[in-house]
């Protein structure tokens, strides 16, 4: 079993940027590769950004292709998903979570123990 749990969203300016953070604990041992999703109200969730487990893969939404970066500290347990030239249409709480199955395809792969999510609001 892994706990994750999201930090760093907030109140940010249209071209602002956020930091966000997910730090695991448990069974994090595990060498799971591991994905950022969001959910904007009204809509489905979506994926995001995904990240192997040695950093050395990374894939991205074409939304935010160019203006996100995931990256990871395995000595700190905890995944990073720097959003710089924030638009407004990147409201949503952003959840993250461990890939259990990757299907070659990380918006397609298998995620399980999801966090509770952070909020980012981005006014216009």
């Known amino acids: 079993q892994v706990q994750v749990v999201e930090s760093g969203g907030g109140l940010v300016q249209a071209g602002g940027s956020l930091r966000l953070s997910c730090a695991a604990s448990?069974?994090?041992?595990?060498?799971?590769?591991m994905g950022w999703f969001r959910q904007a109200p009204g809509k489905e969730r979506e994926f995001v950004a995904g990240i192997s487990w040695s950093g050395a893969n990374t894939d991205y939404a074409d939304s935010v292709k160019g203006r996100f970066t995931i990256s990871r500290d395995n000595a700190k347990n905890t995944v990073y998903l720097q959003m710089n030239s924030l638009k407004y249409e990147d409201t949503a709480v952003y959840y993250c979570a461990a890939c259990t199955y990757y299907t070659g395809n990380y918006a397609r792969s298998k995620y399980d123990y999801w966090g509770q999510g952070t909020e980012v609001t981005v006014s216009s």
């Open positions: 448990g069974r994090t041992g595990s060498r799971y590769s």
